[in-house]
């Protein structure tokens, strides 16, 4: 079945930092979504991106379906990003979404 | 609106007892689905309803019922619940199959 990785598993930063999160795929999506879970457990949608860029305040997210990898940019990293980040992928063929593993964020203030 | 909504929050059951989950959408989406999330990792798949009067299996159905009530219900049963069914479970809707999901709040379920 689709493989879906996210890189890296973990990352720290100090408030104000920006990062880049990845998320690789091995077959052709129909969609994909990036879902922040907060600390309180809630998954709440970020991005709904099957390709392309989009723009939403401090994030950012661009897929290249052809190249099957999406990236979540988070500038000017507040301590309320911290949480999980999920990236999600629907196949051309399915009707569910198939999540990576996530990556864990810290942002210390 | 609300959204997406689930009860209870939190749960603990005996192994064996059975116990109902509830969902429910007021964004009139067709397709609803559940999923559970075990420590760790991502969600999967256990059941969905592509539209009011359908349901299909998914990734881990075993040990798990589901009835789609009406278009903004879908609710899953234990019947026996194990151990192994300790989870937080979340329930998700959609406009249509592949489409944008957005997810409830969950339920945290403990089987002792």
């Known amino acids: 079945g689709i493989q879906v990785e996210q890189s890296p598993p973990d990352l720290i930063l100090q408030e104000g930092a920006n990062s880049t999160l990845r998320c690789n795929f091995s077959?052709?999506?129909?969609?994909l979504q990036w879902f922040h879970q907060n600390p309180w457990g809630q998954l709440i949608n970020l991005f709904y991106i099957p390709s392309g860029t989009k723009q939403n305040g401090r994030l950012s997210a661009t897929t290249v379906a052809t190249e099957r990898y999406s990236l979540l940019y988070i500038s000017s990293s507040q301590t309320t990003d911290s949480g999980v980040y999920f990236c999600a992928v629907e196949l051309d063929s399915s009707y569910k979404l198939i999540f990576g593993s996530g990556t864990r964020l810290l942002v210390r203030p | 609106n609300a959204g997406v909504t689930q009860t209870p929050k939190f749960q603990v059951l005996k192994t064996g007892q059975s116990m109902t989950l509830q969902c429910a959408q007021d964004?009139?989406?067709?397709?609803m689905y559940w999923y559970r999330q075990d420590p760790g990792m991502g969600l999967r798949l256990i059941y969905y309803?592509?539209?009011?009067?359908?349901?299909d299996k998914g990734e881990v159905p075993n040990g798990y019922n589901v009835s789609r009530l009406n278009k903004r219900e879908f609710s899953l049963r234990l019947e026996s619940a194990a151990p192994s069914q300790t989870s937080v479970y979340f329930c998700?809707?959609?406009?249509?199959?592949?489409?944008?999901?957005?997810f409830g709040p969950g339920t945290r379920l403990t089987v002792t």
């Open positions: 309803s592509a539209s009011e009067g359908t349901t």
């Open positions: 964004m009139n989406h067709n397709s």
């Open positions: 077959d052709s999506v129909n969609n």
């Open positions: 998700a809707s959609s406009a249509a199959l592949q489409g944008e999901q957005y």
